[in-house]
């Protein structure tokens, strides 16, 4: 389940990352035009729908240099999580007013990375007449359930280890999917913040359920030793991750029951307290808490209450 995942950040986070990386597995050709030292990342732009009220952010923009040359060009990248009507011309507003604004040649790209509808993306918006056309504004596209995982398996690259876990996967190969994206991202040798930013990746978009854990476990015992080894450290560090999580959840769950306790008592000692009384309760820290249920029964009033607490 993916409902509550931060999808712009996360993909934000791994192209601002591997930048580089991510344009040559999917625009070698741009490569060849631009000098990869001159990279500068600028501040996200905020525009307001006028027509609906509403506020958009574009996600990654990039000030680059042509090799060779003196002068820059942009390269404006947006993270699509959804299908969204209209969204082609939402792209051409942003690229006329990153135009306006920056005055530089602007190379639009937008990454999709929703699994369903399958139909392709539109890539360009137009405006027509019967007799000639006004306008017609390209951008790239990257769609991701439009790739087929297996195309990417000797791509030595971390965006390719990343974002095979959102392309197009039966469902019976998403054990694995993971297992491999985790081989190939062993193989890159990445520091140790790249590589728990690529498996934190992967984990995100590849939760597997019990019976596909099984099969998982199956494929790491094909790899080869030292790939096995490699990768049973990132399974074991999200085993950890998940336990240290787990007990942190569980101990915020017993610090809001104790609260919830405290308050039923405080309720029915002296009636039903204002709300602003409750959110002031509900802020302190378990220490204050379990001292408050101690105190509770020395107090008489709600004035009792509220002299206790304003002496903390």
Not at 83 to 95: C, E, G, I, L, V
Not at 180 to 202: D, H, W, Y
Request: hydrophobic share 40%; proline share 3%.
């Amino acid at each position: 389940m993916t409902e509550n995942i931060d999808h712009d950040r996360l993909f934000k986070e791994l192209i601002s990352t591997f930048f580089i990386e991510f344009i040559e597995l999917f625009f070698p050709q741009v490569l060849e035009y631009i000098d990869t030292e001159s990279i500068i990342f600028l501040d996200k732009e905020i525009f307001t729908d006028v027509t609906a009220g509403d506020k958009y952010e574009t996600d990654l923009i990039a000030k680059v240099k042509f090799l060779g040359q003196p002068s820059y060009f942009v390269i404006h990248i947006e993270a699509e999580s959804g299908a969204r009507s209209k969204f082609n011309q939402r792209m051409f507003r942003y690229f006329a007013r990153l135009d306006e604004k920056l005055d530089l040649p602007i190379y639009p790209i937008v990454i999709f990375s929703y699994d369903s509808p399958k139909t392709v993306a539109v890539n360009n918006y137009q405006i027509n007449f019967p007799d000639f056309q006004v306008l017609k504004f390209n951008y790239q596209v990257v769609q991701l359930n439009q790739l087929n995982w297996r195309d990417f398996l000797a791509r030595q690259n971390p965006v390719a280890s990343a974002l095979m876990s959102k392309m197009s996967i039966a469902p019976e190969d998403r054990p694995k999917v993971k297992a491999e994206c985790l081989r190939l991202l062993v193989t890159l040798k990445l520091n140790p913040a790249k590589m728990q930013l690529i498996s934190g990746f992967i984990d995100t978009y590849l939760r597997l359920n019990k019976i596909e854990k099984e099969k998982f476990q199956t494929e790491i015992g094909t790899l080869i030793k030292e790939e096995k080894e490699e990768v049973m450290q990132i399974v074991t560090s999200w085993m950890e991750e998940g336990i240290e999580k787990g007990i942190e959840r569980g101990i915020e769950r017993g610090i809001e029951r104790e609260k919830n306790l405290i308050l039923r008592q405080i309720n029915r000692k002296f009636g039903q307290i204002d709300m602003e009384l409750e959110t002031e309760i509900r802020s302190l820290n378990i220490e204050i808490i379990e001292a408050l249920g101690e105190a509770i029964f020395d107090l008489d009033t709600v004035e009792d209450l509220q002299n206790w607490l304003d002496n903390l």
